[in-house]
Each structure stands twice: as structure tokens, then as C-alpha cells.
Antibody, heavy 116, light 106 residues
């Protein structure tokens, strides 16, 4: 069965960097685009970034350009999100999701808390 | 960016009743549209894609309709496990955008 397991979250100070990972199993990882979506506490869903199946194309929210970078390692079946210069507004549960159009499978998320 | 607006914010219904949720896009998204269900403490789950196609394993009491800018999610006979938050999303253009959510409660 399709499984997506995020890791790498934690409590960090403002201005810090963090790299999230998402390990995939149960499907042909190299065949699907992948996404990061975040959800601030008590809030709605916010699309963050997408990477094409082969990593050729990436798309990112304008508000996060220059700070967040998505990448993938297909042989390792792993998706990454590099987050730099973190601020309190980045505090959220970060989900990875599969989907070449709709997001059909989601992980359980990894929590990032930015606090001094 | 395409703004997705859901209504109502909260819908109070009883088990066995029918519920209709709405989502409006600020410009046409064709049928590049999905509905997700999120229960407390859980990840979102895809319900409907392409505007009206049920995702794998989704009961047929869930149905989606619409195209262009107006979409609906209908739950024909509410079960206790359906009380949750529902989000709409367009994947027609970048950035992908979600609605703010509709809470379905008892």
C-alpha cells in the first residue's frame, strides 16, 4: 500500500534552517509528482511546493521563494524540503503528498515549530 | 492566483440528513478540482477529483458536481464518521490553492 512518512520536524529558533524528508513506499516513486502542503495550528491547508516526477520542474509559492527548496532522490524514494531563514509564520504541520494532478495520498505530517 | 471560497464556513446537520457544500473559484479551473476530507488529528484524504470522480475507496454517498467556477460536494445520508472539515482545491494553475474549509458538525 502507498505510504508516505515525513520526518525532520522539530523546534527551532527563528532564522534557523531545517530539512524535512518524506520516505515513500508502495508505489513507483519515480513516476509521480510530489508536493509539500502545510497547515498552521488550527488553520487551513496551504500548498507550499511541487516537484515533477523526474525533478526537472519545481513550483513554489511566491511567498516562500528564496527560502524553501524542494528536491527528490528517486533511487532513495525520498522527497525533501529545505527550509531556510525560518520565522514564526512557518510554524505548521508539513505534509508530503503524491499526485500528478490531484493529491491522492498524504503522509501524516511532521511538525515544525519556530520559537525562541 | 485563483482564490477558492467555500460556503458555508460551518454546516450543522443530523445523521441521516443530506449535506451540500459549495466552493467557488475566482476564475475558471475547468474540472481541475478536488475535495478533501480532514478529520481531527488526521491527514487530509482525497474524496473527489476531476470535479466529480470519487477517489478509490470513497463511499458512493459522496458525490461531486460542477465545473468552471462553481462546485458542490453532496453527502447523501450523513454517517457519524462524515463529521469533519472539508477542503476544496484547484490544480488548474500555479499556485495550487485551497478553500478555507467547511466544518460539518452535528
Amino acid at each position: 500500500q502507498v505510504q508516505l512518512v515525513e520526518s525532520g520536524g522539530g523546534v527551532v529558533q527563528p532564522g534557523s534552517s531545517l530539512r524535512l524528508s518524506c520516505e515513500a513506499s508502495g508505489f513507483s516513486f519515480r513516476s509521480f509528482a510530489m508536493h509539500w502542503v502545510r497547515q498552521a495550528p488550527g488553520k487551513g491547508l496551504e500548498w507550499v511546493t511541487t516537484i515533477s516526477y523526474d525533478g526537472t520542474y519545481t513550483y513554489i509559492s511566491d511567498s516562500l521563494k528564496g527560502r524553501f527548496t524542494i528536491s527528490r532522490d528517486n533511487p532513495k524514494k525520498t522527497l525533501y524540503l529545505q527550509m531556510d531563514r525560518l520565522g514564526a509564520e512557518d510554524t505548521a504541520l508539513y505534509y508530503c503528498a503524491r499526485g500528478s494532478k490531484e493529491l491522492d495520498y498524504w503522509g501524516q505530517g511532521t511538525l515544525v515549530i519556530v520559537s525562541s | 492566483e485563483i482564490v477558492m471560497t467555500q460556503s458555508p464556513a460551518t454546516l450543522s446537520v443530523s445523521p441521516g440528513e443530506r449535506a451540500t457544500l459549495s466552493c467557488r473559484a475566482s476564475q475558471s479551473v475547468s474540472s481541475n478540482f478536488a475535495w478533501y476530507q480532514q478529520k481531527t488529528g488526521q491527514a487530509p484524504r482525497l474524496l473527489i477529483y476531476g470535479g466529480s470522480s470519487r477517489a478509490s475507496g470513497i463511499p458512493d454517498r459522496f458525490s461531486g458536481g460542477g465545473s468552471g467556477t462553481e462546485f458542490t460536494l453532496t453527502i447523501s445520508s450523513l454517517q457519524s464518521e462524515d463529521f469533519a472539515v472539508y477542503f476544496c482545491q484547484q490544480y488548474h494553475d500555479w499556485p495550487y490553492t485551497f478553500g478555507q474549509g467547511t466544518t460539518l458538525d452535528i
